[in-house]
């Protein structure tokens, strides 16, 4: 799943990259079949389809308040969101921020598939960022880890760090921090979140098959895919609502069936979906400001939003 063949000289700081040991490759944009339309959906005909899934207990899990259909809809338009920022950046690879991503990368790998099926995707990747203050930022193996399981990816090349559901916006801009320190390589990174509501999976999020590399230190940036009740000890989470929660989605099953409850409703974003020209419209990243909103994020956004707006498409 990562390249470990190789090693690269120790990192002693986040900020201090050896120079000699950039690999400078070429974008992918030169000969890459990528997509030359945007998409939107057909909300009412997109709505009463999805209305008639069966079996989506998983991702339509409805907390109090919110309807079935109002979620629904902001996930399907969430994920084209991020499909037509990809596309419209040229984007070389999406790298979602663990530990909830794993059901929104499978619903944009699928959706891709069915909407744009000829055409090639941008790579989809993991980054374990976590919380602020952990061990692993002062830790020269992890930094030197990182590196080497995504240098590939990320050398010379655009990326979009996508998460999943933004509060204060703290982890996308320390995942900006760091990536630009140990990859000054890349063409750029645009940070995003993706739903504007909590998806009904972030709860369960112990459950969806995403472990740690290094149990029970969470002491790496890498992630593995591989499904495990113990992870629950590491959160300290033992009560019996939350327990019962993850034993749903702890088993290789249950994850199939959330991959298939996905793909069924990106079925429904396809079948519902209509193109419209690249330069139709700008693609923004969604980045809520709020009242809790990092102060980073909010010149983070603004910045952003300055230069993609420069960048506007040619009518």
């Known amino acids: 799943m ?35 339309h945007l998409l939107q959906l057909k909300k009412y005909a997109f709505l009463e389809e999805v ?14 308040g919110v309807y079935r259909d109002e979620l629904a809809f902001d996930i399907a338009e969430s994920v084209v969101n991020l499909i037509n920022l990809s596309i419209q950046q040229n984007a070389d690879a999406v790298f979602f921020t663990d530990k909830s991503a794993r059901p929104v990368a499978h619903l944009f790998r699928k959706t891709w598939q069915l909407c744009f099926p000829q055409t ?44 999943e559901f933004v509060t204060s916006g703290k982890t996308l801009v320390r995942a900006k921090r760091i990536l630009e320190s140990v990859f000054p390589e890349a063409r750029g990174f645009i940070v995003t979140g993706i739903f504007s509501n909590i998806p009904t999976w972030y709860s369960n ?17 890498v992630s ?50 209509f193109v419209v020209p690249l330069e139709s419209f700008i693609a923004m990243p969604f980045l ?3 009242e809790i909103t990092s102060p980073d994020l909010k010149k983070l956004r603004g910045e952003q939003a300055t230069k993609l707006i420069s960048q506007k498409p040619a009518m």
């Open 205 to 221: 999020k112990l459950g969806i098959g995403v472990m740690d590399k290094n149990l029970p230190e969470s002491n790496s940036f």
């Open 120 to 163: 090639d995707m941008p790579e989809v990747r993991f980054v374990n960022i976590g919380k602020e203050g952990g061990e692993k930022y002062e830790n020269t193996e992890a930094l030197n880890e990182l590196r080497n399981a995504h240098r590939r990816s990320i050398a010379g090349r655009k990326v979009i760090i996508a998460d």
């Open 51 to 64: 209305s008639s899934l069966k079996d989506v207990d998983t991702i339509f899990s409805v907390p109090d």
């Open 288 to 290: 809520p400001d709020t």
């Open 224 to 273: 593995t895919s591989r499904a495990g009740f113990k992870r629950s000890k590491m959160y300290g989470i033992d009560s019996e609502e939350t327990n019962a929660s993850y034993k749903r989605l702890s088993s290789q099953r249950d994850i199939n069936r959330m991959r298939k409850q996905l793909g069924n409703l990106a079925r429904c974003i396809a079948d519902n979906k």
């Open 2 to 36: 990562f390249d470990e063949t190789s090693s690269i000289t120790p990192i002693n700081q986040v900020d201090e990259v050896p120079a000699n040991n950039h690999v400078i490759e070429k974008s992918k944009d030169e000969g890459r079949n990528f997509p030359t």
